[in-house]
């Protein structure tokens, strides 16, 4: 069983352009959340995708967007990079039995690390 | 909103030696409390979780946390560490939906032949 996988592992990106990180999340899960690690730091929440539509936000820009596709896989997008958004993403998934339902536990990918330069 | 604390940063330790590591957390709504490893280049591992019942909890790899509802605290220990365990260890709080969880900063624990 595969569990969460993301693609790239890793991306060098200049000032000003645009990324694209994806994420396939364990098989049988539904939800997919983002996160942004900066070096020495724990975990940011980005956001979570359920059914396709974006559940819940963390305090980053507009810049920082994402979509759901039908299979669950994810994407998430970045424009206008900044030297500050140099970081490691972390994709998690879980698995949500309704839209007011409790998810379970949240699986991580290895993440995509991101370097603006 | 909710909020977590990791109080120490670094934690050296000797092998064999017992360790604790120390989180608390702020929420004004019940939660969900987890530790997760991080080793050197990966991604997260989940080690335990408290989600409701015994405020005891045993994880992977002989880890145990205990939740205490007065102090809002959800420390993590080990009797005896190995060197494997040098890892950097995060506290994290998600409210009962699941939709949002809140790390700490993380404490490094190395332990030292």
């Known amino acids: 069983d595969a569990g969460v996988t993301q693609s790239p592992t890793h991306l060098i990106k200049t000032r000003g352009q645009q990324v694209t990180l994806r994420c396939s999340p364990k098989s049988g899960h539904d939800t997919v959340s983002w996160y942004q690690q900066a070096l020495g730091q724990g975990p940011q929440f980005i956001f979570q995708y359920y059914e396709e539509e974006e559940r819940q936000r963390g305090n980053f820009p507009d810049r920082f967007s994402g979509h759901q596709f039908p299979n669950y896989s994810s994407e998430l997008n970045v424009n206008a990079l900044l030297l500050g958004d140099s970081a490691l993403y972390l994709c998690?998934?879980?698995?949500?039995?309704?839209?007011?339902?409790?998810?379970?536990?949240?699986?991580f990918g290895q993440g995509t690390r991101l370097t603006v330069v | 909103a909710q909020s977590v604390t990791q109080l120490d940063s670094q934690v050296p330790v000797f092998e064999e030696a017992p360790v604790e590591l120390r989180c608390n957390y702020s929420s004004s709504v019940s939660v969900y409390l987890f530790w997760y490893v991080q080793y050197p280049n990966q991604g997260l591992q989940l080690l335990l979780k408290y989600l409701s019942g015994s405020t005891l909890v045993k994880g992977i790899n002989g880890f145990e946390a205990e939740f205490n509802k007065s102090q809002t605290s959800f420390h993590l220990r080990k009797p005896s560490v190995h060197i494997s365990d040098t890892a950097e260890y995060f506290c994290?709080?998600?409210?009962?939906?699941?939709?949002?969880?809140?790390f700490g900063a993380g404490t490094r624990l190395f332990v030292k032949a």
């Open positions: 998690a998934s879980s698995y949500r039995a309704g839209t007011g339902a409790r998810t379970t536990e949240a699986f």
């Open positions: 994290a709080v998600s409210d009962r939906g699941g939709f949002k969880t809140i």
